[in-house]
């Protein structure tokens, strides 16, 4: 068996993409050339590794099996290549890494100088959505998670925590008044989640009681940044990350609300990659440096 590693590739790039026109489009070849690479895959291997349908791609068995191994076999060249590279010049290369807007704005984009000038060699591709993304299909190295892991086969590693705080612009608390109590919130515009449930459900502080607030809102919102121009702008009230309204606070643009009422609720940040990709030098490198700015309230 003489199996070349671009073609292993190739057959995990169309078994997340589900198609061979969408790995033919990411390489920029003609689908036939997909095409060619993958029947001289399974003519190496001596099986079929794919069903092909109108409705689409599944892996055989047999596929299913050859998948696993190429993911070890994949993720130790790129480690062993990796290692040998930074040996001489340190860690370096692209890492793709998906994160929400409003993080991306206040954690990630501070947080590059600093890691660019630790590590010189290394460069960042930002994938910002709220959504949570199939770290295979999009070729994600690295996704910043808050709150519990859940999706099978994944490495976490812890790299900090915050809480959620309530906040409104002086300019709203000006013309509708600033709530004293839970209670007064019914008189008050929220702002919910339209993406993430438990996002709806604030948690109230022991010392006011417990339990939680159900918040309908009178506006919705499926990305943080957005919500977070929706306070500012004078919209209504809502619960933002604490990285992401601790500079607002400090300016005066934002209000604390609430702050002895309402539970910040505080949740842990992870770093998540597929375990393949965990030994990488350069996702090692990353995850130390936010580690560090996360951590230590950078």
Known sequence: MNLQLDDLALF?????????SAAARERQWPVSQ??????RLEAQC????????????????????????????????EVLQADLSGRLA?????????????LAEAVLAPSLPGLYERYPGLKVDISADDRLADMARDGIDIAIRTGEVLQD??????????????????????????????DDLHQHHLIASSVSPSLNRWPIAQAAG???????????SDNSAATLALVL???????LAEPVARPHLASGALVH?????????????????????????????CIEWWGEWVGGGS
């Open 257 to 285: 609300l609430l702050p002895e009422q309402i539970d910040p609720q505080r949740v842990p940040v992870y770093a998540v990659m597929r375990p393949e990709r965990q030994r990488l030098p350069k996702l090692r490198a």
């Open 12 to 20: 995990l790039r169309v078994q997340a993409l589900g198609s061979l």
């Open 90 to 102: 340190g860690p370096s290369g692209w890492v793709r890494v998906a994160v929400s807007p409003a």
């Open 233 to 239: 702008h004078g919209v209504g009230l809502a619960r």
């Open 34 to 39: 997909v095409s060619r690479a993958l029947v």
């Open 46 to 77: 001596g099986v079929r590794l794919m069903h092909r349908s109108t409705h689409g791609l599944s892996l055989t068995d047999e596929g299913d099996t050859v998948a696993q191994h190429a993911r070890s076999i994949l993720g130790s060249a």
């Open 153 to 182: 086969g994944l490495v976490a590693r812890p790299i900090g925590g915050y809480g959620r705080l309530l906040c409104a612009s002086p300019a709203y608390l000006a013309r509708h008044g600033t709530p004293q109590s839970l």
């Open 210 to 220: 417990g339990g939680e607030w159900p918040v309908q809102g009178r506006t919705r």
